[in-house]
């Protein structure tokens, strides 16, 4: 349930109601407006003690969440999450920051030429992955620790902040070490243990959306994450699987006025793995932007034929920089900036 503090209620009435909370062994889950805070008491047969927080003075009312997502939901905070990263750089403000990199870090120096590109054309934050989940066992699994590393001193170096993706509940400390953004692949996004273990850590979150999951599906995990007290959850869709072959995914950008509406957590948009043909990239990506995009991520990389993973669908440097400058041009007409 949801208690709303009276108007401007101060740090000390605050406590008191948290501190009730605490007493009945539930986790208060605070969200403060311009002028109201409100808190939610989440957890099983928390209704019962209605009447308990009613009586309180510091309380002006009480209400239920309906959805079964509660503290993804627009019923517990109506304004936008903004999600604030190192170098100044927010998602889910009027800016919309490019997440750019190679799909997987083959080595110290491809990166770093890599993250020249993205910085020099405007993208704001380097992608990288260390650990790689591949259909074939025998695909290019990634460089572990080392990749890490030097996405790390790379991100330093530039000035930009770093995102790669945990696959296991022992690798979650290790990105979260080393990257300002822990990423959970579509192939993990209902791994609950995993979502746990991004939640009980502090660094921001991005939840990929599953390649066969329901809307209500994606903000039920994202759900696990904020029960366990981070509130950093970005969503990111990357294209479901349909009937369709001609394409890698099919990009759902239909989903994004509906899940916007639905919650206040800041929504990114994938369109290289959501259509995976390099050419077509540029195109989804406006429209990415078009639709409300909090962020838009995509992969590129110097020499693709050599890539050792997902090089049909990264960008040719000149490609990017073409890009960058026409989302530039789309955002001022929509209002927004890159």
Not at 44 to 67: C, G, L, P, T
Not at 276 to 281: N, Q, T
Request: hydrophobic share 40%; charged share 25%; glycine share 8%.
């Amino acid at each position: 349930m949801i208690i709303t503090l009276k108007n401007k209620a101060t740090k000390k009435e605050e406590k008191k109601v948290v501190d009730k909370i605490k007493s009945l062994g539930y986790l208060p889950h605070i969200s403060r407006g311009n002028n109201v805070t409100i808190i939610g008491m989440i957890g099983e047969q928390a209704e019962k003690y209605k009447e308990n927080f009613e009586a309180m003075d510091e309380v002006d009312h009480i209400s239920e969440i309906e959805k079964p997502y509660k503290l993804a939901s627009r019923e517990f905070k109506q304004e936008n999450t903004v999600i604030k990263l190192p170098y100044g750089i927010e998602i889910g403000g009027n800016k919309v920051p490019v997440i750019a990199g190679p799909c997987a870090i083959e080595s110290k120096s491809v990166l770093d030429e890599i993250a020249k590109i993205v910085k020099d054309d405007g993208g704001t934050i380097l992608r990288g992955g260390a650990f790689k989940p591949r259909s074939s066992p025998y695909a290019f699994q990634g460089l572990g620790e080392k990749g890490l590393k030097y996405i790390g001193e790379i991100g330093k170096k530039y000035k930009m902040p770093t995102i790669s993706e945990a696959m296991s509940v022992e690798e979650v400390p290790l990105v979260a070490h080393y990257c300002d953004i822990v990423q959970i692949g579509a192939r993990n996004v209902q791994n609950y243990d995993l979502l746990k273990a991004c939640g009980k850590q502090k660094k921001p979150v991005l939840l990929k959306r599953g390649m066969a999951t329901t809307i209500k599906e994606w903000l039920l995990s994202a759900e696990y994450i904020l029960s366990q007290g981070n509130y950093n959850v970005m969503l990111c869709e990357r294209g479901i699987r349909t009937f369709e072959t001609a394409t890698r995914f099919t990009l759902d950008l239909n989903a994004i006025p509906v899940v916007k509406k639905l919650t206040h957590l800041p929504v990114v948009l994938d369109p290289s793995h959501g259509i995976g043909i390099r050419e077509h990239v540029p195109t989804m990506a406006k429209a990415c932007l078009a639709v409300g995009a909090d962020a838009i991520a995509m992969e590129i990389h110097p020499r693709p034929e050599e890539a050792l993973s997902d090089g049909p669908q990264s960008l040719l440097p000149e490609q990017y920089k073409k890009l960058m400058d026409e989302l530039k041009v789309l955002a001022q007409a929509l209002g927004r900036e890159i």
